[in-house]
């Protein structure tokens, strides 16, 4: 389909390789009385008053605010003190208004780890709904991670939940019982439908979150050969650098085995890596470096450090993995996406980088809409704030913080980017919470209807959905990643 208005996608942009030769240079601003105890908000205002796609429209962050001088300095150092939390300072006083994604983190090494995938974590993946006219709340499993605490338990997908720790789950409470600072291990009371009614059903599954889980996002593919058509199947759970090759050994596995349609699932494909967005649409569409796949806009300033530079704002399909392996490309002129809402960012930018070129055959439900990219910031002053991991050892001890401030938007090559609403699918089809199958099943809802779309068999199903899932919340909305996008290279090192 091609989209008339298409859905945007929420990128943090993770620039690793900068230095200040090549870099932006901040501006000149005043400096706070040194023995305020303000370190942390002057970085904070400063990094933004740079970085912020929205400077210009937010008043505290104007670049006349505070003039150049003692009086100036004395009234920003008022202006600091304004908030005594760094956390309250950012969000009351630096963000826009309109801003829903800007985030920030006391500890730049739990955020920058989970742009790898990795995050204090019991393997649990699920999805919480809050019942129509109710407070209530519960959940459902939507798969869990190999190797595990969850992995360890009987406990799968489709599996519900009604309470923690023996407390009902409800609006006011879900927060601190699966999430807060003493969830490291706790108890889920189970439950079953009833009357169409979730209700306790006496069992108990312990379960313990440990540091340092990374989770592979490349959770299954398959082949299937149906009516002479070789259909690869791929579930992908996240956009990480990290596992570039090993993706591409799939699309040779693919290729090997002459698949002529694909079906790419990325129902709880919160985003990630756009490195790896741009080389997955290579695999899955062609490998011409000339082709533009993105073009990012950046604010006013930076704009024109790029345009001052000569430097390019597009990033182009690929040819080359990172480590110089040739990508396997399957060269298709189609693909059959499966997205839901619970599908962000990155899986957005894939489906919207991809649609100028081909069909992208979208099934299941509309996707969450994330378009703006970040990128990530720490008190590295001699690099214009931006985080860059050889660099670590210039981080002061006294802030280790890490903004994550919306810095630009995406759009494809045809210039369409705004779909906030989300992208609506071609065929629609919300997963079923009566029926949510399993994954790489061939009767599995979301995938059975993409393989009718494929070979064009109709009727010998009924895609009725009993219990469509609207869903409330999900669980990676509670890691530092959530449901963002980042780059791990500076738009023009193409």
Not at 220 to 239: H, M, N
Not at 347 to 370: C, F, Q
Not at 469 to 474: A, H, N, P, Q, T
Request: aromatic residues 12%.
């Amino acid at each position: 389909m091609k989209y008339l208005k298409i859905a945007p996608i929420l990128l943090w942009v993770f620039i690793t390789s900068c230095s200040t030769d090549d870099s932006p240079t901040i501006p000149r601003t005043v400096d706070p009385d040194p023995n305020a105890g303000v370190g942390v908000q002057d970085f904070m205002w400063k990094a933004m008053n740079y970085w912020y796609f929205w400077q210009a429209e937010v008043p505290n962050l104007a670049d006349d605010k505070f003039p150049v001088n003692a009086a100036g300095s004395e009234a920003y150092t008022e202006f600091l003190l304004s908030e005594d939390n760094p956390a309250d300072f950012f969000t009351n006083q630096l963000r826009f208004g309109e801003d829903r994604f800007s985030t920030f983190n006391p500890d730049y090494r739990v955020l920058t780890q989970s742009l790898s995938g990795i995050n204090k974590s019991n393997g649990l993946k699920f999805g919480l709904i809050n019942p129509s006219g109710t407070t209530d709340i519960f959940g459902y499993v939507r798969y869990v991670i190999a190797e595990s605490d969850a992995s360890t338990k009987n406990i799968g997908r489709g599996d519900l939940f009604r309470g923690v720790n023996g407390q009902l789950l409800t609006e006011s409470n879900y927060r601190d019982l699966l999430f807060g600072d003493n969830s490291d291990t706790y108890t889920l009371n189970m439950a079953s439908f009833e009357n169409d009614e979730v209700v306790l059903n006496g069992e108990d599954v312990i379960l313990t979150k440990q540091e340092g889980l990374q989770e592979d996002p490349i959770f299954l593919d398959k082949i299937f050969e149906i009516q002479g058509k070789k259909i690869g199947y791929l579930v992908y759970q996240q956009f990480l650098d990290e596992f570039d090759e090993p993706l591409n050994e799939v699309f040779g596995r693919f290729k090997s085995a002459g698949v002529t349609d694909l079906v790419l699932d990325l129902r709880y494909n919160p985003g990630g890596s756009v490195n790896t967005t741009v080389l997955l649409g290579s695999m899955i569409h062609g490998t011409n470096t000339n082709d533009v796949f993105l073009k990012a806009k950046w604010n006013d300033k930076y704009l024109q450090v790029l345009a001052d530079r000569g430097s390019d704002v597009r990033r182009f399909f690929k040819s080359k993995t990172p480590a110089g392996a040739a990508i396997n490309s399957l060269g298709l002129n189609k693909v059959y996406v499966l997205a839901t809402r619970a599908s962000a960012s990155a899986s957005e930018l894939l489906i919207n980088g991809l649609d100028p070129y081909m069909d992208v055959v979208h099934v299941g439900d509309a996707t969450r809409g994330k378009n703006e990219f970040s990128v990530t910031l720490v008190d590295d002053r001699d690099n214009d704030y931006l985080y860059t991991p050889s660099r670590v050892n210039k981080i002061p001890q006294n802030n280790e913080w890490a903004l994550q401030p919306l810095t630009g938007r995406n759009e494809n090559s045809a210039g369409f980017f705004d779909y906030t609403d989300g992208l609506n699918p071609d065929v629609p089809l919300p997963e079923d919470l009566a029926n949510l199958g399993v994954l790489g099943d061939l009767s599995e809802p979301l995938l059975a209807k993409a393989i009718e779309q494929i070979t064009g068999e109709t009727g010998k199903r009924d895609f009725t959905v009993k219990m469509p899932i609207e869903i409330y919340i999900g669980s990676e909305m509670f890691t530092p990643l959530r449901d963002n996008m980042f780059m791990n290279t500076i738009l023009d090192e193409q």
